[in-house]
């Protein structure tokens, strides 16, 4: 198992996972707290709503309230549902470990270099970004200097903010050549025109 593993814990259950996303994506749920469909109104949030039993999504809230994860406020006659900080960091492993990047059919000829220098003192954070990235596809140059040839700018900011990473830490290039790549582009099965 790889050292980054513990960053990435499963929740224990489908219903968790769609729980924080719709949270993290929305900030908060509002639903009428006079409303005889309340869990019904929760479940048009979700994606999958018609596989869970009701039953199973008041445990879930309960359950996630009591682990600090949810925040439910009733304020006049609406009911507030937004992730704690704890919540937050925990949708924020489940995008991480979901995280994926979508390639193209065609390369469009550039190369994305990750550089990085993170300090001795986050040891464990650089090796779980370093195999995270390898995870994703990515294949070093160098110790701290990694090559990708699809867009993923948007997937690193994913990964330097759950981190905490700076911009001076962590930079991405985007490189029209890279000497000597036949290798590079054997490795990732590219065209060679």
Known sequence: MSKYKYYFKKPRSEIVKDVFKCLAITGAVSIAATSPYFVSNILKGFKNAKKYKKRRVCDTFYRL?????INIEKINHQIYISLTEEGKKKAGRLQVDSLKINTP?????????????????????????RGKIKELGFHPLQKSVWVYPHECVDEIKVLKDFFGFGTKEIRVITAEKIDDDLALRKTFKLNFN
């Open 105 to 129: 059919k065609k390369w469009d000829g550039k190369w994305r270099v990750v550089i990085f220098d993170i300090s001795q003192s986050k040891l464990s954070k650089r090796e779980a970004f």
């Open 65 to 69: 309230r009591k682990e600090g994860c």
